[in-house]
């Protein structure tokens, strides 16, 4: 069947999709860049949460800085991470570092912005 005249989507929305995909392209670059020279000095970090809890329990953190997230095994907490497969921590264990105790809204709304897929992490 022959597509009818002017059925596919409209050309100034195909071009903004296009420059939207490219930005974010960019965006993601920049965030990889950035994270892979931060020291992750203060970061907040969601302990785990006891109970029917949607999605995973464990404790997560996410650098202040940068916003790489991590999530940890079901023993991390506070200074001794590991990651939730038990491999070494991303955000590593820095002596001296900040660790602000944050709620899962509070955690959740500090990922870099969610729906463009720029959730940080080793991914
Ligand atoms: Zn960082």
């Not at 993601?28 to 020291?39: F, N």
């Not at 509070?106 to 969610?114: A, C, I, L, N, V």
Request: glycine share 12%; net charge neutral; hydrophobic share 40%.
């Amino acid at each position: 069947m022959k597509p009818m005249p002017g059925a596919g989507l409209a050309l100034p929305i195909a071009e903004a999709m296009k420059q939207l995909a490219a930005a974010e392209a960019e965006a993601i670059s920049t965030l990889k860049k950035v994270q892979a020279k931060c020291d992750h000095q203060i970061v907040s970090e969601m302990p785990w949460r006891a109970g029917n809890y949607f999605g995973s329990r464990a404790a997560h953190r996410i650098c202040n800085h940068c916003r790489l997230i991590e999530e940890g095994s079901h023993w991390s907490g506070g200074s001794v991470w590991s990651r939730h497969d038990y491999g070494e921590a991303d955000l590593g264990n820095t002596p001296g570092r900040i660790v602000l105790p944050i709620d899962s809204d509070e955690f959740w709304k500090m990922r870099t912005e969610g729906g463009m897929g720029l959730l940080g992490g080793a991914a």
